[in-house]
């Protein structure tokens, strides 16, 4: 029987638009923060894996492992940078995880982190594209809000979802993030907002998307038979699931399924032993509206099409049956990319302890997050109860 | 007692300039010459892990995971890069080992690969220059053959070594690398050729550094107890470590000591149970020569101050008491970066299984690989032993 796997700190920057601070002053604030709220020293941490998409591309610094170890002064601890497009804070989850249960190490620090804003925005958009297929999909002009867009035509051809459903996420998300004193967006949206502004790609408007962001969210992960030794609520990590599925959204059986969902959620639900009915609060992957639409059908919260419908009853709001992104997502908390897959956990972490002051999910005891690289070429899924 | 793991299949493309190949198409090659060779099928295979420094500097692509699970048909298994400047193939390793001893999965591919020639100069230049520390070093406007002249300096100045002993390193790694079918470059230099060609950091000349390449190696892993369902020839990793560093040298004790590499081989040594003489074969990071002359001796080969006069005398020749860089290490064989460390694997298997046809090290029993990022801001260390 390998080593089960506990959460016992989180730590998160305020996501935004950082212009007075660098990669590496978030990276250390994110976890800072994260080793107080553990009560662990930087001694007691055995590993190190950062979550990061492009800094390469958007700093010209690769080698983030080496930078983290330095700038955390936790040399010469291993440290190395995981990456899966925008699912890279997720898979950075899974990796320190697995590690664990590796029994090689008993705590690993876990670092999400992305800077976007120090590009011009048009290498801004270029950096986000590398996700896709560099020869099939980027190489021909198809940005990831084209490749978006044509996913939502199809899913309301196919299903009748309207554009007002779709809208109804992104109030909710907004509606949700003036609560979370770290969101990016702390203001409401209307429908006939979300309707009215520029077109981004028809169908979807500049607020269907999630805009661009610095930021940095940590966890420290325990091995759990030690978590007790650190934290009075340490949250166990129940379900951990990725799978892949073609990069380029042409070769797919169906665009409007991501079948890298269904497939990394099926794998967490039966490690958790839980069915999706049991999940009472989750943070999805909206990096477009009707990507999480999507994400609560391919999570089997609501049969296939019936994603917007659901939206639109108030199943995912806070009250709702399933509450989903508590936190404002991706679109109003933010999406500095490869911190979001960690970001998400502390929201579902902050839940499951009853620490979301203002946007608290009553009760809530089992927790799910769901992390997509571009188009769902990877989806990271992990489950986290409460001990 | 955690699972053991093994090598089952090994396989690698050409390393040089290929023009008419993509990365995806060396990632491919050298995935399907391993999983032939492993005797092992797509479905097989439980997981994927990727090692690549910047294929989003290099040809505009992240997300290699993805692309690698979609290009060698394997969706939906997981699949994950891992990023750790030029120690990517070693570090990638080592999570498909870690991986395979969580228990989660039997079965891995681990793929290295990087293809640098698509740029121009300058471009690739700097790329290389992002496993820097791109504040304090990148920025100032220090290229790597700057940094390790610094290094190659301050060792001549500590410890006498000479610019003969260096050369001595990379006319040997020539040497063997004419023996190499796949090596980038098969001809013979001599010790005047090297220290009378152009200058390229005093006082590394041009010939002092590995050139880039483009290439794609890969390995199998896979639990030592299913091995021998698959080959008679397994070799088992019997020790793993990885360290971190200073990413930037400035911030070290002693620049002349690579104390990642002192702490990653104690790790595998211990977890091997053997010390430094009993190592029979060992594939090290040559980036330039000074570095393979640290290798030896921060993995304790040989005293402090005594790298260059056991080049000279023969050490690490074929036929000396510890071959080095039988392949022709990164300098002659090549150095895709994210593909170096799966290479280096790929040698030592071939030594160990008896397979390396005009370099083979008779009677090779336990071979070690070592890989350093940028200027050993991460060292990984691996021990392989022959069943």
New interface residues.
Partial sequence: M?QEVAVIGIGMTKIGEHWET?L?DLMIEAGDLALMDANVDGEDIDA?FIGN??A??F?????????A??YDA????????????DASGG?AI??GY??I????FDIVLVNGVEKMSDLPVEEVI??I???????WE?NFGATFASLWAMIARLHMHEYGTTREQMAQVIVKNHKNAVQNPLAQFRFPVTIEGVLRTGMLADPLTNLDGAAWADGAAAVVLCRADYAKKFTDTPVLISGS????????IH?RRDITTM??VI??SKIAYDQAKITPEDVDVAELHDSFSIAEIMAIEDLDFVPKGQGGPSVEDGLTKIGGKIPCNTSGGLKARGHPLGATGVAQVFEVVQQLRGEANGRQVDGATIGLTQSL??TG??AVVHIFKRR
């Fill in positions: 390998n660098d590496r190190i998409m492009s390469g591309l700093i010209g610094q690769e080698h983030l492992g080496a930078l170890a330095d936790l040399t010469p601890k291993p440290s190395t940078r995981i990456e899966a497009a898979a899974r990796m697995l590690a249960k590796s029994g090689e270029s950096a594209g590398t996700s896709s297929d560099q020869s980027r699931g990725q799978a892949s599925d073609t990069i380029a070769d079948d890298a497939k990394a690289g571009g070429g990877t």
